[in-house]
Structures are given as structure tokens and as C-alpha cells.
């Protein structure tokens, strides 16, 4: 597994990147991006790759598919992200979020960071 590309994804970021009517049904939203990245994966990369999607607040509780891990944060989700980051040892890691504090300490740790549009139609 360690040179599987883990790509943790953001999902109060992504979905909110759109303004879809996304905050009238933050889970369904969730779950929505959450089945677009188990069908599509992360488009224009290649190879294997383990999928993780963050969620927090009103999407905790979103359930896990086969392809895409859905990790509830207890607290902050980009602590959790960084969390995740952190653990991933030598692995390739991209996050997927425009956050720009999350950016940067997730950069500080080595993941490759790409806004919202690499997941989003």
C-alpha cells in the first residue's frame, strides 16, 4: 500500500464550492459526492488510489462505499485531515479542498494539494 495514492477529499469544502443548494441537505450532499468519487475516482489520475472522504457537522454518519472511505471527524475535520496526512507515512497523499490554512498544513507535511474542481464536474 505504500506507493497507493491516498487522496483525502474535504467535503464540507467541495460541496460548498458549488452553490447547488447544497446547505438545505449537507448528508445528501455528502452522499452525493461521496457516490460521484466511488463511480469516477479522481479524474486524470491514474492508477491506485485509496479515497477517503471527510465529513463533518451535519454529514457525519455518511456511510463508507466500496472505493471511496467515509471518515466522520469528531471535531474539526481538517484537523482530521491532517491527522490522516500525518499517518500516511511515505505514501503519496493529495488533498482535495481550497482551504488555504488546510492547504498549508497539509503542504508543510508533503501531501500535493488540488482545489475542488479535480473532483467536481
Known amino acids: 500500500m505504500s506507493d497507493v495514492l491516498l487522496v483525502v477529499v474535504d467535503a464540507a469544502n467541495v460541496v460548498g464550492s458549488v452553490p447547488d443548494g447544497w446547505w438545505r441537505d449537507r448528508r445528501g450532499a455528502a452522499e452525493r459526492l461521496r457516490d460521484r468519487l466511488a463511480a469516477d475516482g479522481v479524474p486524470g489520475r491514474d492508477g491506485p488510489m485509496e479515497i477517503v472522504l471527510v465529513v463533518e457537522g451535519a454529514a457525519r454518519g455518511v456511510e463508507s462505499v466500496p472505493g471511496v472511505r467515509v471518515e ?3 471535531g474539526s ?4 485531515m491532517v491527522e490522516l496526512v500525518g499517518q500516511a507515512g511515505e505514501r503519496p497523499v493529495l ?3 481550497a482551504d488555504r490554512e488546510l492547504r498549508r498544513r497539509v503542504g508543510e507535511l508533503g501531501a500535493e494539494v ?8
Do not use: K
Not at 77 to 80: I, S
Open 95 to 97: 488533498v482535495v479542498t
Open 72 to 74: 466522520s471527524a469528531v
Open 114 to 121: 488540488a482545489g475542488p474542481r479535480t473532483v467536481r464536474p
Open 77 to 80: 475535520g481538517d484537523d482530521r
